[in-house]
């Protein structure tokens, strides 16, 4: 589907505007396809795909493709029991096409504002006037990258994972990967293929058993959200969504025993780090896999952002704010809501919401 092209006009009048274009918005999209609302999708990329667009290239999704599904219709199957990240890409761009949905990119969402009786949403180009927002922007454009004293003095590079494409530019240097989550793991594997690498981690990476994944994983956490809602606790074997998943690369670094990890060192130098002990090691470059933030500087103007980087929420509609849902940030926004799998369960309970809300103003 060819994307709407984009004229100056001072406001347009629509019932519905989701902020972003990747799995949490179309998923959203989804069940409002129906309803007699209008609504836009407005993605700041130049071409479907979200945030999997800037995934390095060797990256694997750790459930399979049926695992790995939006609402209503399937990631169709590959001879890799991982989807790479290609084919997700691939599937989003599907799946967009499938459903017509109307997106229009690339816009990037500077503001929204509260006009009174409607949510303004500003870009560079167009402003429209929403009944209802729906921000399904990710976190891909705020990575986390912890403070450590000194590490503006060092002359080497670092690169978040946000960034990171592939280990060749690192062949033959040595290399500090920061990060003990899937992650870290994953790109580990494949630099200290090239490099002499040292992996930093808080505390030792929980490996789960080869035959757990990501289905088992989905499912662990949502019996652990049906026992919470339930008031009970239930007794299960220790493994959550952060854990490292032991997808082919992983096991294959671990065959090379390089799957060891140090704690934290105490600060950078202009050459390298200095450890807890005192002693120093030369580095070359650093490679951030400590993850994300909410990309919430859209709603900076209606001062609903907590000093941890989230908005208060019941659901995943803003408390302060009725007329604003939030969807596919992480757990504050859903079970699950931050993958394929997971988000649906909150973008159907936010598309009713809004459509039931709709309905009464």
């Given amino acids: 589907m060819e994307s709407a092209e984009i004229h100056p006009s001072t406001h347009n009048l629509i019932d519905i505007v989701i902020i972003g274009g990747g799995q949490a918005a179309l998923s959203v999209a989804y069940y409002l396809r129906r309803s007699n609302y209008s609504f836009v ?207 082919p690369p992983v096991k294959e670094a671990r065959e090379r025993d390089v799957l060891h990890s140090v704690r934290p060192f105490s600060r950078f130098t202009a050459t390298g780090v200095v450890w807890a002990d005192g002693s120093e090691s030369p580095v070359d470059s650093v490679i951030w896999c400590t993850g994300f933030r909410a990309a919430l500087g859209h709603l900076a103007a209606l001062k609903l952002v907590t000093a941890d980087g989230k908005v208060d929420v019941q659901g995943t509609r803003a408390v302060q704010e009725p007329r604003l849902w939030l969807v596919g940030y992480g757990e504050w926004t859903g079970l699950a809501s931050a993958t394929l799998i997971g988000v649906g369960r909150s973008a159907r309970a936010t598309a009713e919401e809004v459509i039931g809300y709709l309905g009464g103003v």
């Fill in 41 to 247: 999708i407005l993605d700041a990329e130049a071409s479907p795909g979200g945030a999997w667009l800037h995934g390095w290239d060797s990256l694997r999704l750790f459930s399979p493709s049926t695992w790995s599904s939006l609402s209503g219709w399937q990631m169709p199957p590959t001879g890799e029991t991982y989807p790479g990240r290609d084919q997700v890409v691939n599937y989003l761009r599907d799946y967009e096409n499938r459903y017509a949905f109307p997106v229009q990119r690339p816009v990037w969402v500077s503001a929204v504002n509260d006009l009174g009786d409607r949510l303004e949403v500003v870009s560079d180009q167009q402003r429209w006037q929403a009944r209802a927002v729906i921000s399904a922007t990710g976190t891909w454009r705020n990575p986390f990258i912890p403070a450590y004293p000194g590490r503006d003095l060092f002359q080497g590079e670092q690169l978040h994972s946000a960034h990171y494409q592939s280990p060749t530019r690192f062949a033959g240097q040595k290399v500090l990967v920061v990060g003990g989550g899937n992650s870290g793991a994953q790109i580990l594997a494949e630099v200290s293929r090239l490099a002499d690498c040292t992996w930093v981690t808080p505390s030792e990476p929980l490996f789960l058993p080869d035959d757990v994944d990501g289905r088992v994983l989905f499912q662990r956490a949502t019996d652990r959200f049906k026992a919470h809602l339930e008031g009970r606790e239930i007794d299960q074997p220790v493994g959550g969504l952060g854990d490292v998943v032991m997808v």
